[in-house]
């Protein structure tokens, strides 16, 4: 019995390098396929991009899986830096409040539950059931 391997640092740095490297690589593989495929617009302001100023021009993925890269482009959207910005808050936003209140500012909001009703109905249905 050897003691449990203590995590290597510079193993670790060595992993993380490769996997940012690898990231990058492929966001550059879809950027470069995204920017041909499409006019360099963004799709929320209408602002137009050249060669200037195409580094403010960004490939967004419409389901926020950035794995999700196929080729005829359907799951990509050129935003501008701003625009990207403020879709990745909103999805944030949506996600982070989802069936949660805000972190104790008051009543939680209301929000819908559409299985509030269904797990009262099934309840009440129970109950009648299990009576002897
Ligand atoms: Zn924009
Ligand atoms: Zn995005």
């Known amino acids: 019995m050897t003691a449990p391997k203590r995590p290597d ?3 670790l740095k ?17 950027r470069a ?6 006019p360099w617009i963004c799709g929320r302001c209408g602002r137009e991009f050249n060669r200037l100023n195409l580094s403010e021009l960004t490939v967004h993925h419409r389901d926020h899986n ?6 005829d ?8 830096l701003y625009c990207h910005d403020n ?3 909103r999805y944030e936003d949506t996600a982070r409040y989802s ?5 104790g500012q008051g ?20 109950l009648d059931k299990d009576k002897p």
């Open 33 to 38: 396929r995204a920017l041909k495929l499409y």
């Open 66 to 71: 950035h794995d999700n890269n196929p080729a």
């Open 107 to 126: 009543p939680a909001p209301a929000t819908s539950r559409p299985f509030a009703d269904l797990k009262a109905l099934l309840d009440g249905e129970g």
């Open 9 to 11: 640092p510079a193993r």
């Open 14 to 30: 060595r992993i993380t390098e490769a996997a940012v490297s690898a990231r990058n690589d492929r966001e550059a593989g879809y």
């Open 99 to 103: 069936g949660d209140n805000h972190g």
């Open 87 to 89: 879709e990745h808050s």
């Open 73 to 80: 482009g359907s799951n990509w959207e050129l935003l501008c």
